[in-house]
């Protein structure tokens, strides 16, 4: 192996914890390749307004954020290539990436590749999705202040985001597909004393219809196997629908490869993973928290230590 075909530090994934990493890595001057297979800004590029990033402009979106995260990135030098890999090597001195287009060799890995909300996967839900259908109460919330909001799921985070969703809307509905929740019972004990909410039992979303935003839905009895159709309310024109029936995060290609939990990469409070030179970060990582704030802190966490790998390698 010609050790001038190898990078420093290699990162999959360009969301807000790879475009982190890939800054730190690009300042520290490590030679560095960031790899993403779709394009920039992960999750967060869904995401039409974000209040919660601190130093975020007036009517901040997610792209306008990732395109400026984008640029700084290209100021301090780090290489770039869009590709999807599609298999791994972590183990040795030297990792091997192996995507569609090319091989990709590095002393060191950060995964960033990040964890989508899992769909519903009805008629109506990719076309509304940030026209009333929303995969984050976080950011969207207060679009919805005074309207009348569904949230669909039933385990901690669809009835804790329901409760945070009452401090926004008129009234919250938990639609469930069964007719007892699976969240603690300590969480569900405060739901069912907020007066704002409400509970569609033994129901899923089979479709969702609009008109440019979201304005009726039809639900499905799952005991009885009926449907009827939800609309909105006349003054209103539409409601929200925030879904949270799990998380996928994207580690199928880590799989027995790096220590796991439920599917998410176990790292130490530095991004090491098990394997050494192979760090996280970000949403793929086993966390409370998922947000782009700690996603950068944890992108510039690991390029840190990656840098701090690479020059113990090089003494
Ligand atoms: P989860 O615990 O996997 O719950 C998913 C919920 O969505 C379940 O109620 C499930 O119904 C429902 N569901 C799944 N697929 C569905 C589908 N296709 N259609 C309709 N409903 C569907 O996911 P989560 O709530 O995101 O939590 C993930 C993990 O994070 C859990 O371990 C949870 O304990 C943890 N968490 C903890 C806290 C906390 O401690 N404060 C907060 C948030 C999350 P069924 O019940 O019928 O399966």
């Not at 919660?52 to 402009?57: I, L």
Request: charged content about 30%; proline content about 3%.
């Amino acid at each position: 192996m010609d050790m001038q075909n190898v990078y420093d530090i290699i990162i999959i994934g360009a969301g807000p914890a790879g475009l982190t990493s890939a800054l730190y890595a690009g300042r520290a001057r490590m030679k560095t390749l960031l790899i993403e297979k779709e394009k920039d800004g992960g999750q967060i590029v869904i995401t039409n307004e974000i209040e919660n990033y601190p130093g975020a402009e007036e009517e901040e979106s997610g792209p306008s954020l990732i395109a400026r995260m984008t640029k700084q990135v290209e100021k301090f030098g780090a290489d770039r290539v869009f590709d999807t890999i599609v298999d791994v090597e972590l183990e040795g001195k030297v990792k091997h990436l192996k995507g569609n287009k090319g091989d990709y060799y590095a002393k060191t890995v950060i995964i960033a590749t990040g964890a989508s909300p899992r769909p519903i996967g009805c008629p109506g839900e990719k076309e509304f999705t940030g026209k009333g259908v929303s995969y984050c109460a976080t950011c969207d919330a207060n679009f919805f202040e005074d309207f009348e909001v569904f949230v669909v799921g039933g385990g901690d985070s669809a009835v804790e985001e329901a409760m945070y969703l009452t401090k926004f809307a008129r009234k919250v509905t938990l639609i469930h597909r069964r007719a007892e929740l699976r969240a603690a019972k300590s969480i569900q004990e405060k739901a069912f004393k907020n007066p704002k909410m409400d509970f569609m039992w033994n129901s899923t979303v089979e479709e969702i219809r609009g008109d440019g935003v979201v304005n009726s839905m039809i639900i499905k009895d799952t005991v009885t196997g009926e449907t009827r159709e939800v609309v909105a309310d006349e003054d209103d024109g539409t409601f929200g629908i925030f879904v949270f029936i799990g998380f996928d995060p994207k580690s199928q290609l880590f799989e027995g490869k790096v220590e796991m939990k439920n599917r998410y990469i176990v790292t130490d409070q530095n991004m090491h993973t098990n394997v050494p030179g192979v760090f996280a970060a970000g949403d793929v990582i086993v966390k409370n928290l998922r947000q782009v704030v700690t996603a950068c802190g944890d992108g510039a966490i690991a390029a840190t230590e990656a840098q701090r790998y690479v020059e113990e390698m090089e003494d």
